[in-house]
């Protein structure tokens, strides 16, 4: 009599990665982003240390939130070219 066909170990399905329910926190400001010169942001007019990845002025919650608009207008503009 031939032994039981063996079967497979079952892999658990993996999980699509959780994004946060919110952009904001996305964006990684730990390192290169700080500047001894205060200039007005390219996003309000008040004034900050901080630099965006090109060097430019910009407060981390002004870039999040301006990277969350071009988000959402991408995806409006894909939706619309469906």
Do not use: F
Not at 58 to 75: D, G, I, L
């Amino acid at each position: 009599m031939p032994p039981p066909p063996r079967r497979r170990p079952t892999k658990p399905k993996r999980l699509p990665p959780e994004l946060p329910a919110t952009l904001g926190g996305v964006l990684d400001w730990r390192h290169g982003h700080w500047s001894d010169v205060r200039a007005q942001c390219r996003y309000c007019p008040e004034v900050t240390n901080l630099r965006d990845i090109y060097g430019r002025p910009a407060h981390k919650v002004c870039a999040e939130e301006a990277a969350r608009r071009w988000v959402e207008e991408q995806n409006e503009r894909y939706e619309n070219e469906r």
